[in-house]
């Protein structure tokens, strides 16, 4: 159950260690307190998961209301996107007889850079405007931080990747819009944004992070890369259900895996001494 | 009797081969308001956001309320307020949803009475529902402070808070910082006004090169006295 305690701070640190409710400040009590005299906050101090889950969803929201108004990465994730496979349908026109032997390589491709795109500007603008500091300072778990960044950018690759399968169905006549494809881009997604959202706050500081990041980013991809490329080959090719069970269990294991790391070793990386 | 909401002892901080602090001590009691001076270079910010729990300092301790930083959890963050050089906001969201967003982030229950009233304090009422981005440099600064106080910190660290504030602005934060400071908070504030830090602080402490060479009561001071002290630590 929550602690409803007035915000002053020995009395608040004694409800937290001791578990009970505490009277309310006596500045709080009085009739009409102006709003700047100290207690009239009310806090929730706890909460477990719900409030932990409240917070990753405020930041979220937050980020996702952002973008609403800015427009600033997803417009210029779906705009690198179909650019992106333009391209190649032009490079691998005039060389490629049946075009679904590149089109699992052209999406993942273009899904890795696309990605670059807006994990640059996860923690980047947080650190531009300074604003990370102010989440810093908040009673927020840090990992909290992390989830909310992490569903962010799942939202924002997800939404760009709905515009590049219709791109590549009609620049390569292929439809990917395909149940274990779905499957392969929702996991392989997750699991990019998931290492891609911690080595964004690892390079966020650095100077120069718009090339830090790929560089620190796309080697620990590769297995995501390949799993998710031979999953979309094999249901392209519409080989068997057994290969694509296994490519699929590999995808959830690397999800799972730095999802796990990732919430273990964030706090760490704030740690500045 | 007042007891001591901020109590830094020993504070040693480096950055590569400099040593920026260099045993710092310093005690800020309840309702009391401190402005610590000093040149660019000094230190003033590290050890605000040392006191902030933001960096770790090499050596020595920071005591908030008797909590000592270094072992507390982010429950701690609860208590403490800062305004900064950069102003902690996100400009593309309202004045208001900034302040509902950090309001979340501290677990406020029903904050939309104190959104308002912070609003109003920081004279940003009539212009809640427009965007930071189209916000003078003065407003988004007077937004800062209301994000540093929406949840009511015993603690409030305020590092140059009248950078970019006009003369009714500097007016407001000043009736401000002395209606915070009298409801038994702790202040301390960094500015490069001298009779601004006279006018704003119960007493002064000038940090140079990491130490604190001179602390005083600002009643006993006047400003040509602040400014030959400041001159006579520039010169040491």
Redesign the interface.
């Known amino acids: 159950m929550d602690q409803h305690c007035a915000v002053y701070m020995p009395k608040l640190i004694n409800c937290k260690m001791t578990n009970i409710s505490l009277p309310t400040d006596p500045i709080a009590a009085t009739p009409t307190p102006s709003p700047l005299a100290m207690g009239t906050v009310q806090m929730r101090t706890g909460g477990g998961a719900a409030a932990y889950l409240r917070k990753v969803w405020a930041i979220a929201s937050k980020d996702l209301r952002a973008e609403l108004r800015a427009k600033e990465i997803f417009s210029t994730m779906a705009t690198f996107s179909v650019l992106a496979v333009i391209i190649f349908g032009l490079a691998f026109d005039l060389r490629v007889q049946r075009s679904a032997m590149v089109v699992p390589g052209v999406l993942w491709v273009v899904i890795l850079y696309t990605g670059i795109l807006g994990l640059n500007r996860s923690f980047g603008a947080e650190v531009d405007r300074g604003s990370l500091s102010a989440l810093l300072l908040a009673p927020v778990d840090r990992s909290a931080i992390y989830f909310g960044k992490v569903l962010a950018n799942l939202v924002f690759l997800l939404a760009a990747e709905l515009i590049t399968l219709p791109a590549i169905l009609v620049i390569f006549n292929t439809n990917l819009f395909q149940t274990w494809v779905l499957v392969g881009l929702l996991l392989g997604t997750l699991g990019y944004v998931s290492v891609g959202t911690l080595f964004a706050a690892l390079a966020a500081s650095a100077r120069a992070r718009e090339s830090l990041l790929p560089i620190l980013l796309l080697p620990v991809m590769l297995p995501v890369f390949m799993a998710g490329l031979k999953l979309t080959a094999i249901t392209v090719d519409g080989r068997g259900m057994e290969e694509l069970q296994r490519w699929v269990g590999i995808l959830a294991a690397y999800d799972l895996i730095f999802l796990t790391i990732a919430f273990l070793v964030f706090d760490m990386l704030w740690e500045e001494t | 009797m007042t007891k001591p909401?901020i109590a830094v002892s020993n504070l040693y901080k480096r950055y590569g081969s400099k040593t920026v602090l260099k045993g710092v001590d310093l005690t800020v009691d309840e309702g009391h308001v401190m402005a610590l001076l000093g040149a660019n270079g000094a230190g003033k910010t590290t050890l605000m956001r040392i006191v902030?729990?933001?960096?770790?300092p090499?050596r020595g301790d920071v005591v908030?309320?008797?909590?000592a930083l270094s072992k507390a959890g982010?429950?701690?963050?609860?208590?403490?307020g800062?305004v900064?050089?950069?102003?902690?906001?996100?400009?593309?969201?309202s004045g208001w949803?900034n302040l509902a967003?950090?309001a979340?982030?501290?677990?406020?229950?029903?904050p939309e009475a104190?959104i308002e009233?912070?609003l109003?304090?920081v004279d940003l009422w009539q212009r809640r529902r427009d965007?930071v981005r189209t916000y003078s440099r003065g407003m988004v600064q007077r937004l800062a402070i209301a994000?540093a106080?929406?949840?009511?910190?015993?603690?409030l660290l305020l590092d140059e808070p009248d950078t970019g504030l006009d003369q009714s602005s500097s007016q407001l934060l000043h009736d401000?910082i002395r209606?915070?400071g009298a409801?038994?908070?702790a202040i301390l504030l960094t500015t490069h006004n001298l009779d601004r830090a006279l006018e704003w602080a119960d007493s002064v402490c000038l940090l140079h090169d990491g130490k604190i060479v001179y602390q005083a009561p600002a009643v006993n001071l006047d400003g040509p006295a602040l400014r030959r002290l400041y001159a006579e630590a520039d010169q040491l």
């Open positions: 909401l902030a729990g933001l960096v770790k090499h908030l309320g008797g909590v982010a429950e701690l963050r609860r208590y403490i800062l900064s050089h950069l102003p902690l906001l996100y400009d593309n969201l949803e967003f950090f979340q982030l501290y677990d406020m229950q029903q104190r009233a912070v109003r304090a965007g994000r106080i929406l949840h009511d910190p015993p603690v401000l209606q915070l409801a038994n908070r």
